[in-house]
């Protein structure tokens, strides 16, 4: 066990919805990313927060948003959501902001029909 | 900009047999290596890691060495067994500021009894 969870675990929904995956980050750990995997993209880099404020952007679509709140755990907002949006998110945390290793959630698998 | 590469799976193997995964790096500076593994239907767990040239990384009979002359960080283990079968990532840590984990395209490994 990681010690960071995600919810909810699964998630079914229509194209043109929004959707809200939520994270709690270790205990201690003040770092939070959320990535999105999928077959033909692999492991795609999302976006990065630190004690509340974003601190680095990866591949993230504008209809893609999230943020980090006071008790540190994060939510990722996807709207007007695509087929292609199909995909497992996961969360991960860390001590720092840079260097220390990444502990990662087991993921919310999202299919869009 | 920073990136990993790996050799593409699947990887088939015996119970017993001698395992190696390559992956090799393009980074500025001086990056931090991580090898990820993820079993089915699970998220990412850090299987090892190094964050200095010649480094040895271990865990769970899995090795690899940081090789800055070759820019590789390759997975060993001596006798696999089936519950290695996993999907293995290569990752590194540019450094700085972010703790952006860039990751490879994953390996798939499968050990037959």
């Not at chain 1, 194209?15 to 205990?27: D, F």
């Not at chain 1, 999928?38 to 795609?44: I, R, T, Y």
């Not at chain 1, 993230?60 to 994060?74: G, K, Y």
Request: aromatic share 10%.
């Amino acid at each position: 066990d990681s010690g960071v969870t995600q919810t909810p675990k699964h998630l079914i929904t229509a194209t043109g919805q929004r959707v809200t995956l939520r994270c709690s980050p270790r205990s201690g750990d003040l770092s939070v990313y959320w990535y999105q995997q999928s077959l033909d993209q692999g492991l795609q880099f999302l976006i990065q927060y630190y004690n509340g404020e974003e601190r680095a952007k990866g591949n993230i679509l504008e209809r893609f948003s999230a943020q980090q709140f006071p008790d540190l755990h994060s939510e990722l907002n996807l709207s007007s959501l695509e087929l292609g949006d199909s995909a497992l998110y996961f969360c991960a945390s860390s001590v720092r902001q840079g260097g220390s290793p990444l502990h990662f959630g087991n993921g919310t698998r999202l299919t869009v029909t | 900009g920073n990136s990993v590469t790996q050799m593409e799976g699947p990887v088939t193997l015996s119970e017993e047999a001698f395992l190696t995964i390559n992956c090799t790096y393009t980074a500025t500076g001086y990056p931090s290596l991580f090898w990820y593994v993820q079993y089915p239907g699970e998220g990412l767990q850090l299987l090892l890691k190094a964050t200095k040239a010649d480094d040895k990384g271990s865990n769970k009979g899995f090795e690899a060495t940081y090789r800055k002359e070759t820019t590789s960080f390759h997975l060993e283990k001596g006798s696999v067994q089936v519950s290695d079968s996993a999907v293995y990532f290569c990752a590194l840590i540019g450094g700085g500021a972010t703790n952006k984990l860039i990751f490879g395209t994953g390996t798939l490994l499968a050990v037959q009894p």
